[in-house]
């Protein structure tokens, strides 16, 4: 069983949005630090945001102001509000949690920006 699974992603017009959701399913993430990573062919894994357990968040410099983590400690889930703007957003979206030298991945969810 992936303990981490996305969703939400799909096919997102320049200036559109998505709101991708991550459920942790058989692990509890309420001490956990959460992270979004995006890939692209060819390039390696990029950060993101970030939201600590206080929730205190971190994003790139190219997704601030335009995406939104957050998590839901209640429902066990995290969630981004992708705003797109440009095609730079295409990729491949991973939830990835980690604590105490624990860490887990989702198996990611694919987002394409394209007119």
């Known amino acids: 069983q992936v303990p981490l699974v996305e969703s939400g992603g799909g096919l997102v017009q320049p200036g559109g949005s998505l709101r991708l959701s991550c459920a942790a399913l058989g692990i509890r993430i309420t001490i956990a630090t959460l992270d979004w990573y995006r890939q692209v062919p060819g390039k390696e894994r990029e950060l993101v945001a970030t939201?600590?357990?206080?929730?205190?968040?971190n994003y790139a410099d190219s997704v601030k102001g335009r995406f939104t983590i957050s998590r839901d400690n209640a429902k066990n889930t995290m969630s981004l509000q992708v705003n797109s703007r440009k095609c730079d957003d295409t990729g491949i979206y991973y939830c990835?949690?980690?604590?105490?030298?624990?860490?887990?991945w989702g198996r990611g969810t694919q987002v394409t920006v394209s007119s």
């Open positions: 939201i600590t357990t206080y929730g205190g968040t």
């Open positions: 990835h949690a980690r604590w105490f030298g624990n860490e887990y």
